[in-house]
């Protein structure tokens, strides 16, 4: 079989899945509009709408680029010239959806968890001219459907890890005291560009942002912030409240170490703890108490295992070690996961936390991401991404797992 002929059966079963779960939740189509959904789907990214009916052909709607995308993409591709002709042009595709001849109203699956209330109440309103359209929430087929990578997304995400160990290798060779977070990480963003890192990491989550990664030492790492994770970071200002700051980077503090890379959409999650001198001996002992955290997750990560319950053992490992109140965060500003999904990005399914029961299954990705703050002294810990199989875990990132420690 050749390469184009793999990622035709790539793409078109990505679509079948979906429609399997749409009809399962008796949905009529899939309106998908967020460009990362609109890519795994079809291939390419251009602004446009995505109908996917339950039965049936799909069709990416482009306004701008028509002509790229039917370059890239692997669905029927055809231009949207207005949205006031929205109704219209799907009428004229998909009569048995959208026809004035329907005696009932098609429920029409959205991704409501990403979608303006403005643009969900224009769609709505372009959509029941013959007669009222359902729009219902169809994020979750979205996300679920996305949970299992193919050995294509696993390739991409392998070609990331591959990528962040050769510029952390390179990059440590400039990493000094007296050096600032924002330099140091701008020659570790350098590696990783030059290596092929597309620039940007793409989260889903509403008013959540990241960037390359994190570089914070001491105390500027334990600064609470907005980011829902375990380490936010310094960041440069208020317009930019996370990640690396000018702080500079001094001896005997930990300096954490939290990057990814993007490969083809595909991101990597990985996090080391380096030090110029040696960790306090408080932060020594919590960086082994977070090593023992996820040596136990590679055993918990198994087909059928609930992420729910290994977030419960993480929590009582940290517990039992009494650093239950420095566990992912500190008090109140302590971020409620163990680890989550990625793929296209950072904060996919399935997430290691209270209230995801759903069994895992092979073909899961998971970074997992112990850490530990300490208020005025910095966090430590390890983050891993590991590809869920029917036999043992198998760990995706490449850097070596040991405490870096320099002189």
């Not at 990403?114 to 959509?127: K, P």
């Not at 990985?270 to 919590?286: D, N, S, Y």
Request: with cysteine; charged share 20%.
């Amino acid at each position: 079989m050749t390469e184009t002929s793999d990622l035709q059966e790539e793409w078109a079963g990505r679509v079948q899945r979906v429609q399997q779960l749409m009809r399962h939740r008796e949905l009529d189509a899939l309106l998908v509009t967020q460009n990362v959904a609109i890519y795994y789907f079809s291939g390419s990214m251009q602004t446009g709408y995505l109908l996917i009916p339950a039965d049936g052909e799909p069709t990416l709607y482009v306004r701008r680029s028509l002509a790229r995308a039917q370059q890239e993409s692997w669905l029927r591709t055809a231009g949207l010239p207005s949205f006031r002709l929205l109704h219209q042009t799907f009428a004229a595709d998909y009569p048995a959806l959208f026809g004035t001849g329907k005696d009932n109203s098609p429920r029409i699956g959205i991704d409501a968890d990403v979608l303006s209330a403005q643009l969900h109440q224009r769609l709505g309103a372009a959509l029941s001219q013959a007669l009222p359209v359902q729009l219902v929430d169809g994020s979750a087929l979205i996300r679920t459907c996305r949970m299992r990578k193919s050995a294509y997304e696993i390739s991409r995400i392998e070609a990331a890890a591959q990528v962040v160990d050769e510029a952390l290798n390179e990059a440590l060779h400039t990493l000094r005291e007296g050096i600032t977070e924002l330099e140091w990480m701008a020659r570790l963003e350098f590696e990783l560009r030059v290596r092929g890192h597309m620039g940007v990491m793409r989260m889903r989550g509403y008013n959540q942002e990241i960037m390359t990664g994190m570089v914070s030492s001491g105390a500027a790492a334990a600064e609470p912030s907005s980011f829902d994770g375990p380490a936010g970071g310094r960041g440069l200002g208020p317009a930019a409240p996370q990640s690396v700051s000018r702080k500079l980077i001094m001896r005997n503090e930990p300096i954490l170490i939290d990057v990814g890379c993007c490969i083809d959409g595909y991101v990597i999650d990985q996090t080391r703890t380096a030090v110029i001198g040696e960790l306090p001996e408080a932060l020594a002992a919590a960086y082994a108490v977070s090593e023992r955290i996820i040596r136990q997750a590679e055993q918990d990560l198994r087909p059928g295992a609930t992420p729910s319950a290994i977030y419960a053992s993480a929590l009582a490992h940290a517990a039992e070690a009494g650093l239950a109140n420095h566990f992912m965060g500190y008090g109140v500003d302590q971020a409620k996961f163990l680890g989550h999904g990625i793929g296209l990005e950072v904060d996919e399914w399935p997430v290691l936390a209270r209230g995801f029961d759903d069994p895992l299954e092979a073909g899961m990705v998971v970074a997992v991401e112990p850490k530990f703050t300490f208020p005025d002294q910095g966090v430590v810990g390890i983050e891993n991404t590991y590809l869920i199989t029917d036999g043992a875990v198998r760990a995706l990132t490449r850097s070596p797992e040991k405490l870096i420690v320099l002189p």
